[in-house]
């Protein structure tokens, strides 16, 4: 096993999660990522936890869009619901044998089945938000994962690990570091009301008055690098074009245009898979409104590799998610949409908060 296997899952279960003795702790993901699994299910053990595995079949997923009926869609386990209301920490751990999986699927049936899991999901971002559970979501490098990235398994597994600076003696330094320095950048940005992003794919306004800007330094997902909030609902005005690709549940939208009134997405394009775009902003009334604005703050990632994960945190990045806003941050927009896009800010591009230049050309100015 990499060594750097069990740094990670050391730190996701002492920094992370700050799991605790007896408490009742969920790992999922596939079974091509059981060795990181596996390594944070022992030292939950270590540490007087009660851990149990999940493990996800992308085939039983394909197989559920495909054939199930409408009232199997609607249903939602008794048991579910149980876990959904008992676990204390949640280890959600991405990696795939297929990152294409669902793309035979029907979208609108897949959006459908997804607004029907509203109330889980709204739940699950409550208890996130008030504390009562901790949840970090992590990648495990795999061979699909590493072709989407255009990367070999072994490049990949370098970028992955970079990118949490798992090859530092004690990585827990670093990202201390980054928790003090986005500290002192949160507390200038929450005196701001306005928002206005300027490049020569956006030129978007929002309100953030009265809102929070929350300090992502790998507690919530590993690797991090972000701060973001959640813009008054109905204030966005103007359009943005995304850069990058917006990846979402299997499907690649390229050249994602919104154009936004009264905060709301009133028109939207993409060159590549604009029907899968749109049925998803049809998934219900929240999910044509703006849930999270943030900005990307990981230097240390330095290309696109078509996984959100790492991609919305690419410093000198920005990035808005249409759908539920994130609780923590004060705002109360309700989908079962969480999308985040991707947009490159690096040249001839400014932010500014109430009239004055807080970042340009992917540097923060304040």
């Known amino acids: 096993m990499d060594p750097r296997v069990k740094k990670l899952a050391k730190l996701l279960i002492h920094y992370s999660l700050k799991l605790k003795k007896g408490q009742l702790f969920k790992i999922q993901g596939e079974t091509v990522a059981l060795p990181l699994m596996l390594a944070a299910y022992e030292e939950a053990l270590k540490v007087g936890a009660q851990p149990y595995i999940v493990t996800l079949q992308p085939e039983a997923e394909e197989l559920f869009f495909k054939y199930a009926n409408d009232a199997q869609m609607k249903y939602i386990s008794p048991i579910t619901k149980l876990e959904i209301n008992k676990m204390d920490a949640l280890l959600s751990i991405w990696g795939s044998t297929n990152t294409k999986h669902l793309s035979g699927v029907n979208s609108k049936k897949q959006a459908k089945a997804q607004m029907y899991r509203k109330p889980i999901m709204s739940k699950l971002f409550k208890r996130i938000g008030d ?44 990202w201390k570091k980054v928790a003090k320095e986005q500290a002192r950048l949160i507390k200038i940005m929450n005196r701001f009301k306005n928002i206005h992003i300027q490049s020569p794919n956006a030129d978007l306004k929002m309100s953030v008055k009265g809102r929070k800007w929350i300090n992502c330094a790998g507690t919530e997902n590993f690797p991090d690098g972000e701060i973001f909030t959640g813009p008054i609902e109905d204030s966005a005005e103007g359009f943005i074009r995304y850069t990058y690709p917006a990846v979402y549940g299997g499907r690649e939208v390229e050249d994602v245009r919104l154009e936004f009134k009264k905060g709301k997405v009133v028109k939207e394009s993409a060159t590549k898979n604009q029907k899968y775009l749109t049925d998803m902003l049809n998934m ?11 900005i990307g703050t990981n230097y240390d990632i330095k290309q696109f590799s078509k996984n959100i994960l790492f991609d919305e945190k690419i410093g000198g990045t920005c990035h808005l998610a249409v759908g539920a806003s994130i609780p923590e941050s004060g705002g109360v927009n309700k989908s079962s949409l969480h999308w985040d896009m991707v947009c490159d800010v690096k040249k001839d591009s400014t932010i500014t908060a109430d009239g004055k230049v807080i970042y340009k050309n992917g540097k923060f100015t304040i």
């Open 131 to 174: 504390g009562s559970l901790n949840w970090v979501g992590t990648q495990f490098p795999t061979h699909a994962d590493a072709q989407d990235a255009e990367m070999s398994l072994t490049d990949y597994e370098n970028f992955v690990y970079g990118a949490g600076h798992l090859d530092d003696k004690d990585p827990l330094i670093h």
């Open 284 to 294: 219900d009334k929240g999910a044509r409104f703006i849930g999270e604005f943030a």
